[in-house]
């Protein structure tokens, strides 16, 4: 649940999702997001969290396409 709240999903990625929605680092684009306990996350979304600092670009869950942040 952490990686589709942060990085966000695209319709049909997982069962249940019927439509496209931004993640919390979408929604910040261009502003400040805070991210407390970010040890307590599994380590593979830790990894996914250094890439998108890394590189400035999301991959949301079912997208093909990585886009700007």
Do not use: N
């Not at 999702?17 to 910040?28: K, P």
């Not at 400035?56 to 886009?67: F, I, M, Q, S, Y």
């Amino acid at each position: 649940i952490a990686e589709r709240l942060l990085f966000g999903a695209r319709k049909g990625a997982f069962s249940g999702a019927d439509r496209d929605s931004d993640g919390y680092i979408q929604a910040a684009d261009g502003g400040t997001l805070f991210l407390d306990e970010v040890a307590d996350l599994d380590l593979l979304v830790q990894g996914k969290l250094l890439r998108v600092l890394e590189s400035k670009e999301v991959l949301a869950l079912g997208a093909t396409r990585p886009r700007p942040v």
